[in-house]
């Protein structure tokens, strides 16, 4: 039976094996998990798998969960708020993942926020995947290690890598793998972080006797400065990239999922972007959004400092928090001022307690440029300006309580 073209990414053709352009020199070791097998069959047992694998295939793609988080310093019930903020997030990503029942669940890279997470996102994760094994145990979750996830020494696997261990679960932290399920016909190749950085960059290619080609990979293909990543999308059926925190599509078929939480240090670049994970189906190249509720970050215009009515600025930061739809309580609020001297911040002196007290997190930012280059929605203060303004901030909220 002759086999079908299948449908590449972008609907282009495959380009011939001397100028594919791919991520592993090598594929080393492969696991054989639950239904995983060898590649190396022969042409009636392929065409049997091809008959099989007939019924769609849905991939569930999340990226940068950033477990064990910590920012701002709010602790309840002994632990970080933002912390709890991000766990609870990807729980809710695991509890949508149970009701739509993908057919493989992708993690690719930043798992955790730093190489040593604490005991805390080690059971948050722990509990994920527990939970999607018991409701889900035929799906396998392969998750890439981003640079979060990877410590600086080259012999350290790092904290991900004991999940490896798990049944039904890859978690790949130094070398790239390539894993092939017979059940679905599919071949997933996993490219971690560390084997982007290493040598000339990993070599990757497509299993040519597999129907399905998903690729898992962290960091930049588009920028430049930045790519670690070459690849060609044609000879794949779906690319799963992490690294960027904004979802976003390069080409159909190749996504960044986003990150799950608004973490970082600018949270404020994100405050309008909707979080969430993606799910894919490769036989329709339907692609779907699925949202997660986190906590809200608002970024307001700047407040212009009118320095001949000095005494206004606490009226207009009081009428623009005021007017934040929904509050500002236990929401992360910023607000910046353009034009106010870093000497004058006691002129906001009585009016910011208040409304921190509401908040879960205000930051009070001085800004120095023009109102038209604040406005621009890509651009952030240099860092000198921007520990200024909170150095600045500090110190005004010590005379603050002080008085």
Not at 41 to 61: F, K, L, M, Q, T
Not at 319 to 346: F, S, T, Y
Not at 390 to 398: D, S
Request: proline share 7%; charged share 25%; hydrophobic share 40%.
């Amino acid at each position: 039976m002759a086999r079908r073209r299948r449908r590449r990414v972008g609907d282009r053709s495959r380009c011939s094996h001397s100028r594919r352009s791919a991520l592993v020199r090598a594929v080393p070791d492969r696991h054989t998990l639950g239904d995983c097998a060898s590649s190396g069959v022969g042409p009636a047992a392929r065409g049997a798998r091809h008959s099989r694998a007939r019924d769609a295939v849905i991939i569930a793609h999340l990226s940068d969960l950033h477990l064990g988080y910590r920012a701002f310093g709010n602790m309840e019930q002994g632990r970080n708020v933002r912390e709890a903020d991000v766990a609870r997030a990807f729980h809710q990503a695991i509890q949508r993942i149970r009701e739509i029942a993908p057919s493989v669940v992708l993690v690719a890279g930043d798992v955790f926020d730093r190489p040593e997470p604490p005991h805390s996102a080690l059971v948050a994760l722990a509990q994920g995947l527990q939970s999607l094994r018991k409701a889900l145990p035929d799906t396998p979750v392969l998750m890439a290690a981003g640079a979060r996830d990877t410590p600086a020494g080259p012999a350290d696997p790092g904290s991900l890598a004991a999940f490896d261990t798990l049944p039904g679960v890859e978690a790949v932290t130094a070398t790239t793998r390539s894993v092939y399920y017979s059940r679905l016909d599919l071949n997933v190749v996993l490219v971690p972080h560390r084997s982007t950085i290493q040598g000339p960059g990993p070599l990757v290619e497509p299993n040519p006797d597999a129907r399905w080609n998903v690729l898992v990979a962290y960091g930049s293909v588009d920028r430049e400065e930045t790519v670690l990543l070459s690849l060609n999308s044609a000879d794949w059926d779906y690319v799963a990239l992490g690294h960027e925190h904004f979802r976003r599509e390069l080409v159909p078929g190749v996504h960044y999922a986003g990150a799950l939480e608004r973490v970082g240090a600018t949270p404020w670049e994100e405050a309008a972007e909707e979080k969430g994970f993606l799910t894919y189906d490769l036989e329709s190249g339907q692609v779907r959004f699925h949202p997660i509720h986190g906590r809200p970050v608002v970024s307001l215009e700047p407040i212009p400092f009118e320095a001949d009515r000095p005494e206004r600025l606490r009226e207009r930061v009081g009428e623009v928090l005021v007017e934040v739809p929904g509050g500002i309580e236990e929401k992360i609020v910023r607000i910046r001022i353009q034009g106010l001297p870093a000497q004058r911040l006691d002129l906001l002196n009585g009016v910011l307690p208040e409304y921190r007290r509401r908040a879960l997190h205000l930051e009070v930012q001085l800004d120095d440029e023009p109102l038209g280059h604040l406005g621009h929605p890509t651009q952030e203060m240099k860092p000198s300006t921007r520990l200024a303004s909170r150095l600045a901030e500090h110190l005004a909220g010590l005379l603050e309580r002080r008085g």
